[in-house]
């Protein structure tokens, strides 16, 4: 009783301490002032506290940049090296189509004995005869051309010797190559014929594999001299290349009709239907065939005459296959480019590219010929004829220009007069300085079907004679 009296007396603090000794935990708040020294280790634990997390941000975001950096270098070293190995797939794939096409064509020419080459149009290569036969007739096989058969034949280089009966009848004779007469005696296709022997040197070799190559692929066009066969033999002894051997086209070539000595004046329609048909035989090159072809050298001793003055387009030593243009490297010399003096085009000359558009400007110094009877270049005067035509080409209208104070008098009709300027107009649209603004041998042939009365004749004419029987 006593105890519970004094228990009630008291004070709940000293009740408190009495029940509990341990000391009370101390919950001032340091902010408050109160707590003395405890609120100070508070506080300095709270400034550890926050150090640690700057610090700990400042690493995490040096480790951001680091990795950053990182990802870039490692996208711009990807990038780098995925551009290198496009670059080294592009030109394995040249490589690859290279060594291809050098092998193809190594293999039609060295070993057309034992594989038929791969010609187009039907075309066959007698590879049944042995070398010991006396016998030059040709295998022939329906083209599928219009007009004749067409043959290709691989020859042995003594049967050159006696075809040619020992290169006894030059018909002509060029800077690297001599062009020869044969005769078949027993062929019902073909009596005579021309073979054009190359000089033997490496890089005339392969300016003769070049042209060989190209011939194959050409097909048959009616304005183009015909492959018939060649030889790919070389005569260490006489110094002589490979041989190609053509049709023979009797009558000469068109720098002869137009500038030799016993040249005559032709008349108007028939220098209209060479036109077109040299018109028709380039745009078969550029168009028509699989590959296309840039002849390279279209000139008047290049167009060959028949009897009849229809034009076969001859000598592909400078041609071009299967590209649209093309730059020659630096180290080229005057030997490599295309073209001859007068109608080389100037664009190619300043820049070394090579395109359609060079047989067109060509083409047009052609007309020029036709028209006027004038030379491509005057060697004795150094001129050229572009620049003798060229203020009235340029003088003139879009659709007609007047070349007729160059052109020699002669007695044409006003309708001869008009095609005279269609053509000039054409010429004038062919020299165009600009490439681009030089029109395709397809609208060419165009224009001239549909403008010029003398075509339409003629085509008319051709067409009976092909319907008939």
Avoid at 45 to 57: G, V
Avoid at 134 to 159: A, C, H, K
Avoid at 196 to 205: A, G, M, Q
Avoid at 212 to 229: A, F, T, W
Wanted: charged share 20%; glycine share 8%; proline share 5%.
């Amino acid at each position: 009783m006593t105890v519970l009296l004094h228990i009630k007396r008291t004070p709940p603090h000293l009740l408190f301490n009495t029940i509990s000794p341990s000391p009370a935990p101390n919950y001032i708040n340091p902010t408050r002032g109160g707590g003395g020294g405890g609120g100070g280790g508070d506080q300095e634990e709270n400034t550890t506290n926050i150090n640690t997390t700057n610090r700990s941000i400042s690493i995490s975001i040096k480790l951001i940049v680091i990795l950053s950096s990182l990802l870039f270098v490692f996208i711009v070293t990807t990038t780098v090296m995925g551009f290198f190995t496009f670059l080294r797939f592009i030109r394995r794939g040249k490589s690859t189509t290279s060594r291809r096409n050098k092998i193809l064509s190594n293999r039609r020419v060295e070993d057309a004995e034992e594989v038929p080459l791969p010609l187009p149009d039907d075309q066959l290569t007698d590879n049944s005869r042995s070398k010991s036969e006396d016998n030059f007739s040709l295998i022939t096989r329906p083209s599928t051309s219009r007009s004749s058969t067409s043959v290709i034949r691989r020859f042995s280089w003594e049967e050159i010797i006696s075809l040619s009966a020992n290169f006894s009848t030059v018909i002509d004779q060029g800077g690297f190559s001599t062009v020869y007469l044969v005769h078949f005696p027993n062929s019902s296709c073909h009596c005579w014929g021309a073979i054009k022997i190359h000089e033997n040197s490496e890089r005339l070799n392969r300016n003769f594999r070049q042209e060989l190559d190209i011939l194959l692929h050409l097909g048959h066009h009616e304005n183009i001299v015909q492959l018939l066969g060649y030889c790919d033999e070389q005569d260490e002894k006489g110094g002589r290349g490979g041989a190609l051997l053509f049709e023979y086209v009797p009558s000469g070539n068109l720098q002869e009709k137009l500038h030799g000595k016993a040249a005559v004046r032709m008349p108007w329609k028939s220098r209209m239907w060479i036109a077109f048909q040299l018109a028709r035989a380039i745009q078969y090159l550029h168009h028509k065939c699989t590959l296309p072809i840039v002849h390279g050298d279209i000139k008047a001793s290049n167009i060959l005459l028949d009897d009849q003055l229809n034009c076969k387009l001859c000598d592909f030593g400078s041609a071009k296959m299967g590209f649209s243009a093309t730059l020659l490297p630096s180290s080229s010399t005057s030997l490599s480019l295309m073209g001859s003096p007068g109608y080389i085009d100037p664009h190619y000359l300043r820049t070394g590219i090579a395109s359609k558009k060079n047989d067109v400007y060509s083409f047009g110094v052609i007309l020029l010929e036709l028209i006027t009877g004038m030379e491509a270049f005057c060697s004795a005067k150094e001129q050229l004829l572009t620049t003798i035509a060229g203020p009235l080409l340029r003088g003139g209208r879009e659709d007609k220009v007047d070349l007729r104070p160059l052109m020699a008098t002669e007695d044409l009709s006003h309708s001869e007069e008009e095609e005279v300027m269609i053509m000039a107009s054409i010429s004038a649209l062919c020299l165009t300085q600009q490439p681009s603004h030089r029109p395709s041998m397809a609208d060419i042939v165009t224009t001239m079907t549909n403008k010029t009365s003398s075509i339409y004749s003629f085509l008319t004419t051709e067409k009976n004679h092909h319907h008939q029987p």
